[in-house]
């Protein structure tokens, strides 16, 4: 986890898998509007998108202006990179994986955080299983965060992949708990009104499957009272609310990359070429 609470202009920007041309031009129609801003960027930095070597240094090259969640993709290439997962079709992570500095970006890339507090937004990759707030979420992020920066961290990876538990406690122990916490920050988009989460619907809020709701809009989730920052779901695209800002508007896919400003919700968007076609 990662606070920041000094006052500053800081962009929040969507998933850029890899799609490193469109996030130079987004980059130059922020700093257009101010010089040398803080970035936070939703995760999902790499894959699927052409250039995702290029893009990874890119943002490790900025230091401490760019912050960046892990997302789920972030995760694939730790765990391809320690032989723990194979290589899918589509996966575009060859050239890191050759790369001359590629335990650098390893290194780099698994010390990234899985929230973000800046202000009274709070940023993931995915979302929170609203049994949480937002104290808890930053605190449970933290464990995982701790275990991925440890000398455990790839053994760590080989217990992480799974579905169950799906439902939260605060009982949970272990591997268990870990992968639960991690699948609701990298994976969630539908859940249970008991916050249950479900992994096999990828489509957009306006038909939720029975019984499912989208987790932002499950009742009493108890970080109503932060403003959600998150990417992930290309399928519902943009979304601002008071206490929502979705950013994942399909950059890989030919959409766009969208940044929000966070202390005036402006927003700036850049076209993608399509990288991948939907499956």
Same mark, same amino acid.
Request: charged share 25%.
């Given at each position: 986890m990662q606070h920041l609470n000094q006052p500053t202009t800081a962009y929040a920007i969507g998933d850029? *898998?890899?799609?490193?041309?469109?996030f130079r031009r987004l980059l130059a129609t922020l700093e257009a509007q101010q010089k040398q801003s803080a970035l936070i960027l939703a995760g999902?930095?790499?894959? /699927?998108?052409?250039q995702s070597l290029q893009t990874l240094r890119t943002v490790m090259a900025m230091g401490g202006?760019? /912050?960046?969640?892990?997302?789920?993709? @972030?995760?694939? +290439?730790?765990?391809?990179? *320690?032989?723990i997962r194979p290589l899918h079709k589509d @996966? $575009?992570?060859?050239?890191?994986?050759?790369?001359?500095? /590629?335990?650098?970006?390893?290194?780099? +890339?698994?010390? /990234?955080?899985?929230?973000?507090?800046?202000?009274?937004? =709070?940023?993931?990759?995915?979302?929170v299983l609203p049994q949480w707030d937002p104290e808890q979420a930053l605190a449970l992020a933290g464990e995982v965060e701790a275990m991925l920066q440890s @000398?455990?961290?790839?053994?760590? +990876? $080989?217990?992480?992949?799974?579905? *169950?538990?799906?439902r939260w406690s605060d009982e949970l122990s272990g591997h268990d708990r870990l992968r639960c916490i991690i699948n609701a920050f990298t994976r969630i988009r539908y859940c249970s009104a008991d916050g249950t989460m479900d992994f096999a619907t990828k489509d957009g809020a306006k038909e939720p499957p029975p019984g499912l709701m989208p987790w932002f809009d499950v009742p009493g989730r108890r970080t109503g009272d932060v403003t959600m920052v998150f990417g992930h779901w290309s399928t519902l695209g943009l979304v601002?609310?008071? @206490?929502?800002?979705? =950013?994942d508007t399909g950059c890989v896919w030919g959409g766009k990359l969208s940044a929000v400003r966070l202390e005036d919700r402006a927003l700036f968007q850049v076209d993608c070429p399509q990288a991948q076609k939907p499956g």
């Open positions: 850029l *898998q890899g799609c490193h041309l469109p999902d930095l790499i894959n /699927r998108g052409p202006r760019a /912050r960046a969640v892990l997302g789920n993709h @972030d995760l694939h +290439l730790l765990a391809v990179s *320690q032989g @996966d $575009t992570l060859h050239e890191i994986l050759d790369a001359p500095d /590629r335990e650098e970006l390893i290194d780099w +890339l698994r010390r /990234r955080p899985l929230a973000i507090r800046e202000g009274n937004h =709070l940023v993931v990759h995915a979302g @000398d455990g961290w790839v053994d760590f +990876l $080989t217990h992480m992949y799974g579905n *169950q538990p799906a601002l609310r008071p @206490d929502l800002i979705a =950013l």
